[in-house]
C-alpha cells in the first residue's frame, strides 16, 4: 500500500474547504459589474484657487530631494538585478 503525505494531504484538505469557502462567498453576496465603472464629474472638491500652482511650486522647490531619492531607487533597482543574474561560486555549489 502506498505510503500517504500526510502534508499534501492536509494541503488538499485545505484547499477543498477554501475553495467551498470562496464558493459560498459568491453564491451569497452579489457582486455588480459595472456600478463603480463610471465616475461622478466631480470627484474631489478643492476650495484652493490655485492649487496646480501650488503642487508645481512645491515639487520643483524640493527637486533636488526627489532627485536623490530617483538615484536611491535605480541603485536599488540596478543592485536587485545583479544579485539575480550573478553567477554561483564554484565553492558555494561543493557545500550541502
Known sequence: MPKVDRVLALGLTFLVLFGAFIVSLLSRYTFPLFEYSSAPSELLRIDV??????????LWSFRPLDLIL???VLFGAAACCLAMVRGEREEDLRSP
Open 49 to 58: 484657487p490655485n492649487l496646480g500652482q501650488m503642487l508645481a511650486n512645491f
Open 70 to 72: 530617483l538615484a536611491l
